[in-house]
């Protein structure tokens, strides 16, 4: 059974995180009581994934209305500062600042807040669902898929997007194959995905980063679909380092290229992919692996935790509101 990502108890009041820095070696959970405790935990990727990333930091929100109204302006500063490419962190935190405005000075305003953050995480598992039956109709009905990263239940407030694409197409009767690449540096894929699915009685295996261009030489892979952490207006997509190559490799073997998000994933103030922050991580993340130093003192590291996969190289982008090619994004931008 897959543990709750994120759970929220309102009477105490306190955010309850699934410590995924540590899946799949204990199955332990973070207790959040402020907005500070919740920033560290977005920061240090106890809660990770453009999706559960967005939630968490609401929930943060309502913790800081609740601990100090009137400080509330320092939870939106700290939180809006603790990872930079995930665009969903930015939208929800646009959302609760909205609805702060709005109702700023009335005498439930910590209800009001709290009951958004609870929107944002409910609407996230419906539309993984709907992403999910979009995407499912994609793959054959015996599929060998390749995924990148994790983009779960464990990145999201449940179900998961590209992984949610899976559970559709597998509750549809669809017999599934699934690559995990483990996602160096920090090996989301070996150690989230590989456990997620695993646990929900996938069959899965797990590759290096390295073996996914070498496997789509030897074996037919139906499509490869990963997450997103942010989409730029012309279809460019920031997602993991690695995925990229993964595209260019797709690409080369002629398999079709999906991304798997929601529409706050978009980025509509965002014209291209150049544009996009990219975080660059601690190099302590490739110069060791757990406490193991496994590069030369001396050497230099670089570390961006992610790259941009140009629209060019993807297929299509599988949303809650359907399929779409990518210089189809800018028409999705609401009429203000
Ligand atoms: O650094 P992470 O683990 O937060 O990166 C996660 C990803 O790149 C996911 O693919 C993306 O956030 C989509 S999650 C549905």
Known sequence: MLPE?????????????????????????RECRTYRETADAIEDMTVRGAPAIGVAAAYGIVLAAREDITKIDDAFTRLSATRPTAV????SLNRMRSVYEKSMGAHDICSILESEANRIREEDIDINR?????????????????????????????????????????????ELKIFADETRPRFQGGRLTAFELCEDGFDVTVICDSMAAFL??????????????????????????????????????NVPFYIAAPL??????????????????????????????IVHEAA?????????????????????????????????????
Request: proline share 5%; charged share 25%; with cysteine.
């Open 5 to 29: 990502t994120i759970e929220w108890i309102s009477d105490v009041p306190l955010l309850r995180l699934l410590d995924q820095r540590k899946i799949p070696f204990s199955v332990g959970f």
């Open 216 to 253: 789509m030489s030897r074996e037919k892979i139906d499509a490869v679909i990963t997450g997103a952490d942010r989409i730029a207006l012309n279809g460019d997509t920031a997602n993991k380092i690695g995925t990229y190559g993964l595209a260019v490799a797709a690409d080369r073997h």
């Open 88 to 91: 969903n962190l930015f939208w």
């Open 130 to 174: 709907r992403i999910g039956r979009n995407g499912a109709g994609l793959l054959p009905d015996k599929a060998t898929v390749i995924t990148h990263c994790n983009a779960g239940a464990l990145a999201t407030a449940g179900y998961g997007t590209a992984l949610g694409v899976f559970r559709t197409a597998r509750e549809a009767g669809k």
């Open 300 to 336: 230099k590291v670089w570390n961006p935790a992610f790259d941009v996969t140009p629209a060019g190289l993807i297929t299509g982008i599988i949303t809650e509101e359907g399929v779409f090619a990518p210089e189809e994004i800018k028409k999705l931008k609401k009429k203000p």
């Open 264 to 293: 706050s994933t978009i980025d509509f103030n965002c014209p291209n992919g150049t544009k996009i922050p990219i975080e660059e991580r601690n190099c302590s993340e490739v110069r060791k692996i757990g406490s193991e130093l």
